[in-house]
């Protein structure tokens, strides 16, 4: 090998020497300043770790406390009297019938929604307008909508003659629900509408008291949620609806919810969404255009309303009653020279007979019923299969009642005295009287005193009931040239039970002589076995 060979190899070996030597300097100098910034960067990372963490602590035990928090008592209480009462009232009525099954099942509604305003009068402030203002009107709305789907039942009803009594003590129940809305007496106002229960409750219980105790079990549960639903008002809002001072407002609390349904609405559709849809085909520029889409309906003239029903609650409502003429302006003109497909040929019409009114009809166009207040004296009079409410009444008034026929008479308040002249299956539910109850020439009658009433007086009368409360235990009835009176009087200890005492038809006369006169001994004569 030449030197100059030599001396290329041994310079090339330097060469590869000084580059080795150079790399290892490299990685030697690149370790240490990785040993070196290893602990920094280990704190620079642990510590937004701790930091995340401890806000994800932070943020759990907030979730946990708001999830975990102690139910309201108030509501505890509910779900532990009130449900379980309205669930045995529903039960019992699913074994009666599809009619009161369907109305229970809206009184279980009715229920839900009071509840629902109780949870939310727990979280928010009282307004300032009280109940009519309009987000609490909008609250207890769907109360006020299960209740008239509840009266519906009855009027839709009235036909069903072994039901009607059973439909109708719930309508007059279920406005107990309204306690929500008043204010100082809410236990008082529950009682009063139990009261009005209770008249239709009797009847049903005499009906039933010698057959199926169904009917009577469902009375009494239906009594019992009245009484249950009166005494948790009176322990946890005796004054009216219990809020929280410091709680939201009424619209924060509603966006709140509304924010978190979404929030909800969101999640469960985002873990239940389905695949993406394939990407859409290539569009074909040379076939032809898609036609032009029909222009939007018009909208309507200032003035006119849709069909639908307004928005804006009660205060709409009254808006359109109060339109007068203008309400005419939202019907469709017709043009008269248009012929009515579905018109008959004049030509071809039979004309129709005279009908000849029997006479019982015509004495009954002739006379019309009268409800009116004359100075204190209150005069009902020709009323048939009608259910009436007298009211506003004060402690000087007088209520006549003359010739109604199946009626229902509810007075108000307390009054001085009631008079029922010639009625036939009346009934009438009394609060108090001053003075007296008089029932002439009747035919099965019905009355109940839910107050106090020192005198009854019956006569020539044929078939009546009176029902007692325990105020007017010590009540005095007098009756002359009647039969089959029945009076019912509470059972101490057992809410809705009657006892039923018959009033005597038969009476025994003996005669005889005292020194120089006669004399005569009259006792009731008794039947036994």
Not at 77 to 100: C, H, N, R, Y
Not at 217 to 236: D, H, Q
Not at 335 to 357: E, F, I, M, N
């Amino acid at each position: 090998m030449s030197s100059t060979g030599i001396g290329n190899l041994q310079t090339l070996i330097k060469r590869l020497e000084a580059a080795t030597s150079r790399l290892e300097d490299i990685a030697m100098s690149s370790d240490q300043q990785a040993t070196r910034s290893a602990p920094s960067m280990s704190t620079e990372s642990t510590e937004p770790s701790m930091q995340q963490n401890e806000g994800s602590a932070s943020g759990s035990e907030h979730q946990q406390a708001t999830t975990t928090k102690a139910k309201e008592p108030a509501l505890d209480a509910w779900d532990t009297s009130i449900v379980p009462a309205v669930k045995k009232f529903m039960q019992l009525s699913e074994s009666i019938g599809p009619l009161t099954a369907q109305q229970a099942a809206m009184v279980d509604d009715a229920f839900q929604h009071t509840r629902k305003v109780i949870e939310t009068a727990a979280n928010c402030t009282k307004p300032a307008q009280g109940a009519a203002d309009p987000g609490f009107v909008l609250l207890v709305a769907p109360i006020q909508t299960e209740v008239q789907h509840v009266l519906a039942v009855r009027e839709q009803n009235r036909a069903e003659k072994q039901l009607f009594d059973h439909l109708s003590m719930v309508s007059e129940g279920i406005p107990a629900v309204g306690w929500i809305v008043v204010e100082k007496t809410p236990v008082s106002y529950i009682n009063d509408t139990k009261d009005g229960a209770q008249f239709y409750a009797n009847r049903v219980l005499k009906q039933h008291k010698d057959g199926n105790q169904t009917h009577l079990e469902w009375v009494r549960a239906f009594l019992s949620l009245l009484t249950t639903l009166a005494a948790y008002v009176k322990s946890y809002h005796p004054t009216g609806l219990a809020w929280n001072s410091k709680g939201v407002s009424l619209q924060e609390y509603a966006n709140q919810q509304s924010s978190a349904q979404n929030a909800q609405a969101k999640g469960a559709m985002s873990s239940s969404a389905p695949p993406p849809a394939p990407p859409a085909p290539p569009v074909d520029v040379s076939a032809p255009a898609a036609p032009p889409a029909p222009p939007a309906p018009a909208a309507p003239p200032s003035g006119t309303l849709p069909s639908s029903a307004p928005i804006g609650g009660m205060d709409a409502v009254f808006g359109q009653i109060n339109q007068g003429e203008n309400i005419t302006q939202t019907l469709r003109h017709v043009d008269k020279s248009q012929p009515l497909s579905k018109s008959a040929d004049p030509k071809k019409q039979v004309p129709s007979q005279t009908v000849v009114p029997s006479s019982e009809s015509t004495k009954l166009s002739k006379k019309a019923p009268i409800k009116t207040l004359d100075g204190n004296k209150w005069t009902i009079e020709k009323f048939v299969q009608e259910t009436i409410v007298v009211e506003p009444t004060e402690i000087n008034h007088t209520i006549n009642i003359f010739a109604c026929d199946n009626c229902v008479i509810e007075i108000k308040g307390k009054v001085n005295a009631v008079s029922l002249v010639s009625c036939k299956k009346t009934s009438i539910l009394i609060e108090s009287v001053v003075s007296s109850l008089e029932i002439t020439r009747c035919q099965s009658f019905t009355a109940q005193i839910t107050g106090f009433t020192p005198t009854i007086l019956v006569d020539n009368t044929d078939g009546g009931q009176v029902y007692l409360s325990e105020d007017s235990i010590k009540t005095q009835l007098t009756a002359s040239k009647s039969s089959a009176l029945n009076v019912s009087v509470p059972v101490l200890g057992v809410p809705g039970e009657y006892e039923e005492l018959a009033l005597p038809e038969q009476l025994m006369h003996t005669f005889g002589r005292r020194e120089n006169s006669a004399t005569c001994a009259t006792k009731v004569v008794q039947h036994f076995g």
